[in-house]
């Protein structure tokens, strides 16, 4: 089967700035959200890793998905992440005011039910039932490895078969079977992205769409070249590109994740602003490592700072 490329893109889990005193930003806010935009990024907002959503009170939650629609909704794909719930109720509180906010469509998070535990398939299937018959909103099915255990292919195909406002699914495990499996069975109907850039050739190649990524707050720009590269064909351009992708993936990942993400920001005159408590700044060294990886393969200018 022959991709279509037209379909293939990328998605930016944004960033949460929050002032010193642990407020949200919306200056800061509005004003990377806007740079987002305009690199034509789609953006994620509200998710538990980037966008310290844990976090976020009920009121904060509804106001950032407020303040991104107002920045993106019709620019750039504008979507709810959010955070694993406990129960479908917290599932279903958060689409709900995901869709009186305005945004493109929501996130339907894995179940994290808490003390390490794994739910059933039976479980899971009910609990998924539950959340998408409560709603006709555009909806993201995610099976993420963060939460311990991986969603059965078969209870992730029948859902889409059930639930017509399923139109895309985020995979964030590492196992290429299960990848290829859910992209052969839905790629042809659904968006499926991976989660990272480290999986992304892997994943066009499956038939998958596109990938998520962090690390699209400090190069949207980047992340959308290759993006482009796949979607002309330029496998040179594709290769180098995703290259340099990569090389700054390893330079966060492991290396203070979104504290040195935001320091990156900061240093270059963006809107990181602050990590929220109980994380901390980046440490010094972490910066540094980081820095050299940018200017090693040429970020400001990529980025146009």
């Given amino acids: 089967m022959k991709p279509d490329v037209s379909r293939y893109q990328t998605f930016t889990i944004s960033i949460t700035p929050f002032a010193e005193d642990g407020a949200i930003d919306e ?4 004003r990377h959200l806007r740079k987002l935009g305009e690199a034509g990024v789609g953006v994620y907002v ?3 890793g980037s966008g310290e959503g844990y976090t976020l009170t009920r009121e904060e939650t509804a106001r950032l998905l407020a303040i991104a629609v107002e920045e993106l909704k019709g620019r750039v794909p504008v979507r709810a992440m959010g955070v694993e719930p406990r129960t479908a109720r917290q599932m279903i509180e958060f689409i709900e ?5 305005g945004v493109d469509a929501a996130q339907v998070y894995s179940l994290d039910v808490g003390h390490g535990h794994a739910p059933t398939p039976r479980e899971l299937d009910a609990y998924f039932d539950a ?7 555009p909806s993201v099915l995610s099976t993420h490895q963060s939460v311990g255990y991986v969603i059965p292919p078969q209870v992730i195909i029948e859902l889409f078969e059930r639930h017509k406002q399923l139109i895309g ?6 196992d ?9 069975a839905l790629g042809d109907r659904v968006d499926i ?12 190649a499956f038939g998958a769409q596109g990938f998520l990524s962090s690390e699209g707050n400090i190069a949207p720009r980047l992340c959308v070249s290759v993006i482009e590269a796949a979607r002309t064909g330029d496998n040179a351009l594709f290769l180098e590109r995703w290259g340099k992708l990569m090389r700054l993936f390893m330079a966060l990942y492991g290396n203070g994740g979104i504290r040195v993400t935001k320091a990156l920001l900061n240093h270059f005159g963006q809107a990181g602003g ?4 109980p994380r901390l700044p980046a440490e010094p060294d972490s910066l540094a490592k980081a820095l050299a990886v940018v200017e090693e393969i040429g970020l400001a200018e990529i980025e146009g700072w």
């Avoid at 005011?97 to 906010?101: E, G, N």
């Avoid at 959340?131 to 909103?137: A, E, I, K, P």
């Avoid at 699914?169 to 590492?174: A, D, E, G």
């Avoid at 992205?193 to 066009?204: E, F, I, N, R």
């Fill in 27 to 30: 200056a800061g806010l509005r």
């Fill in 46 to 48: 509200g998710g538990g």
């Fill in 97 to 101: 005011a995901a869709s009186q906010a």
């Fill in 131 to 137: 959340v998408l018959s409560n709603t006709d909103m």
């Fill in 169 to 174: 699914l985020n995979v964030s495990h590492q």
């Fill in 176 to 184: 290429p079977g299960y990848l290829r499996t859910l992209a052969d």
């Fill in 193 to 204: 992205c991976v989660g990272g850039p480290h999986q992304a050739p892997m994943a066009l």
């Fill in 274 to 277: 602050f990590p929220r408590p």
